[in-house]
């Protein structure tokens, strides 16, 4: 005879553990404990490792806030989660911008070098990772957002769509064009099938 085991003893998927997390809370700590460090890494690669302290903390703060919005046909959560971080990244950069641009106005003096100008200096040291640095600066930013969560946050197509809300035929449109930018700021010879 076999025996189905209790609830708790099955490993629920992200959707299930959201689902719980509505009466229960303390079951979201399940889908921040399967994502945390991999969301880390990708914030940290775009942001350096002081800011993404904040934007996870943020993120998982937002996840946890709009769960019960979330659309419980999605099996994993990881999409939303990299979708949340990367629509903060992109606040995170504008509020920079908005920043120096009101110091620059008001003739303030600057404030002492910010991560990103640290980490782009230490980019900036070694030759190939200035090149990078520049080609991923001269692609705009919706292919850029989908270039690195495929590069560096390991997503699928399809969980790139999920994660921007962009239809998968976008994600490969925009994939292909910063690839191809890419290539050419780089000065690449080889080609990928993906070019013939």
């Known amino acids: 005879m076999t025996r189905t085991p209790p609830e708790e003893m099955v490993e629920a998927d992200d959707a299930e553990l959201i689902r719980r997390s509505i009466d229960d809370p303390e079951q979201f700590a ?19 490792v002081q800011v993404a302290d904040d934007i996870v903390a943020e993120t998982f703060l937002t996840a946890f806030r709009c769960r019960a919005s979330y659309d419980h046909a999605q099996p994993l959560a990881r999409p939303w989660l990299y979708g949340i971080a ?5 606040r995170q950069r504008r509020d920079e911008e908005r920043f120096l641009r009101a110091l620059a106005r008001t ?13 782009i200096g230490r980019v900036a040291a ?5 090149r990078l ?3 991923l600066t001269g692609l705009a930013s919706g292919d850029r957002d989908v270039l690195l969560l ?4 390991g997503l699928a197509y399809d969980e790139v769509a999920q994660a ?3 239809p998968i035929g976008t994600v490969r449109s925009r994939l292909h064009r910063a690839r ?12 990928t099938r993906e070019d013939a």
């Open 133 to 135: 640095a520049g080609a």
């Open 180 to 191: 191809k930018q890419a290539r050419a700021a780089l000065g690449a010879g080889c080609h």
């Open 126 to 130: 070694q030759a190939e990772d200035r």
């Open 164 to 166: 921007l809300e962009i």
């Open 30 to 48: 399940g889908v921040f404990d399967r994502y945390v460090e991999q969301i880390h890494r990708y914030v940290a690669r775009r942001l350096g």
């Open 86 to 90: 990367t629509n903060l990244i992109a």
């Open 150 to 153: 495929v590069a560096l946050g």
């Open 107 to 119: 003739g303030v003096e600057p404030p002492p070098e910010s991560m990103a100008d640290a980490v």
